[in-house]
């Protein structure tokens, strides 16, 4: 076992804790800024929650998702009567806060005006993705082409292109709508007699999350910046700045970046600072193929709240939201409750690939809001998480947003709306 006094000591400008996406990205536009940056992490970059996600680089999600108001849907979900979400009885004593201003927030007038500076952030990412992609000589991962959302009643359609034609119309997000026969032309390997679909046009999608997260991690050290094992809870005030201990060596900067996703409470509330923060847990599981199916795009099922996305590994279906303990035992019903329903969607999805199922840990605040800039009573230190169901798609323009706060350069957007303050 390695002695304090064995250890190395590294000085850095920042120190970023938490190498999910988020983490890696906003690292990585602070080295581009010049800014000696060190990324530390207990396990190795974009193996957490960002490394099952369903890969898509959402440029349609304008609209975070918002709690439910209407009291019949709230019933059914009360009962756990809808597979895209299930919570665990055990979680209401401390759903309660954040569920009260989830509540709050998602009243309609509210709710747009989120969605107006959630838009701001969401127009940028496939754009910033692109351009860090580049530089890391990645951009093959991205593929162009967008998702489809299939809906199997006209009644579901109706409902999924009312969202669809608000996006356009108030955010300029492209779509197709497809009819049941357009639909299976795109997609010939779903089931006969689906209503139709949504296809978004502008998202671009991953074959590997693991592979982005990687290559931008490699341009960061390419760069100059550092990566170091070690855990977050270690941080501590030392002069002026900051200081954690890693596995390897002592390690102190000037300034402290929060990145921690769904962990990131477990630093800022010794530090003070609790937002509403919960998680919605997220399960995935590949499966072969069978003769030639296949699919073009990722499919949401829209009745049923999973995605089939076709991925470098196999069909991946990714599930809804699960309210549970962030770190307690998994607990896959939805994914037992949607499999048999995605084999009838796609009936060419063959058997499980995966010895394990896989959990994930969505990051969500009350507001629906990311938590991007300089802890309220912390001077030297930022937090960037709270991203929720995009966290992959606005890792980089997150990245861009803080690194620009943080060297003193004017933002591309005003930060005010996602400010760490809103919850101080
Ligand atoms: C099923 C599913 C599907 C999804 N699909 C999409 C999608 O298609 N598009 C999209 O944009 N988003 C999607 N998301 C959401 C997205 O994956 C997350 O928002 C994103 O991964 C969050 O990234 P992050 O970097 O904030 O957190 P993470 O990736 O979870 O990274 C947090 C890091 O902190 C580290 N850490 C934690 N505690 C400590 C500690 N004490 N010390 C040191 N390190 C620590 C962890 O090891 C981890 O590496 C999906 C999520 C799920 C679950």
Not at 20 to 28: P, R, W
Not at 78 to 100: D, I, V
Not at 363 to 373: K, R, S, V
């Amino acid at each position: 076992m390695m002695m304090a006094a064995d250890r190395a000591k590294w000085q850095a400008d920042v120190v970023v804790l938490g190498a999910g996406i988020v983490g890696v990205s906003i690292a990585l536009h602070l080295q581009r800024l010049g800014r000696q940056t060190i990324l530390f992490d207990r396990r190795p970059a974009g193996e957490g929650t960002s490394f099952g996600n369903a890969g898509i680089i959402q440029r349609e999600a304008v609209f975070p998702h918002a709690f439910p108001r209407n009291i019949r849907e709230l019933l059914i979900y009360a009962f756990n009567g809808k597979t895209e979400a299930h919570y665990h009885a055990s979680m209401l004593p401390r759903l309660l806060r954040p569920f009260a201003q989830y509540w709050h927030h998602s009243e309609p007038g509210r709710y747009h005006a989120i969605a107006r500076d959630y838009a701001r952030l969401i127009a940028h990412c496939v754009d910033d993705h692109r351009a860090l992609a580049a530089e890391a000589g990645a951009a093959d991962l991205l593929h162009d082409g967008g998702w489809t959302a299939a809906c199997a009643t006209p009644r579901a359609l109706d409902g999924f292109l009312k969202i669809a034609e608000e996006s356009r119309r108030d955010f300029g997000v492209g779509y197709q709508a497809l009819d049941g026969a357009r639909l299976s032309a795109a997609e010939p390997h779903l089931r006969a007699g689906l209503a139709g679909g949504v296809h978004w046009t502008d998202p671009v999608t991953l074959r590997n999350p693991l592979a982005l997260t990687r290559a931008y991690l490699a341009l960061f050290e390419k760069l100059g910046g550092r990566f170091a094992y070690g855990d977050a809870r270690t941080l501590t005030r030392a002069g002026a700045g900051w200081a954690v201990t890693g596995d390897e060596a002592a390690i102190s900067a000037e300034q402290a970046v929060v990145a921690l996703g769904a962990w990131s409470p477990v630093v800022t509330k010794p530090l003070g600072y609790d937002p509403p923060l919960f998680v919605k847990r997220g399960y995935h599981m590949h499966y072969r193929p069978e003769g030639n199916a296949g699919l073009n795009h990722p499919v949401l099922d829209v009745e049923n709240g999973y995605m089939l996305v076709p991925m470098d590994a196999g069909i991946r279906l990714t599930t809804g939201a699960e309210f549970a303990d962030r770190d307690g035992p998994p607990t896959p019903v939805q994914l037992t409750r949607v499999e048999p329903l995605a084999h009838n969607l796609m009936p060419g999805l063959g058997e499980r690939i995966d010895p394990e199922i896989w959990m994930g840990a969505r990051p969500c605040t009350a507001d629906m809001l990311p938590i991007i800039g300089p802890a309220p009573r912390q001077p030297g230190l930022w937090f960037g998480f709270g991203h929720g169901h995009q966290g992959l798609t606005l890792g980089p323009t997150t990245g861009r947003l803080l690194a620009a706060m943080m060297v003193g350069e004017t933002p591309f957007t005003d930060p005010a709306a996602f400010s760490p303050a809103r919850f101080a």
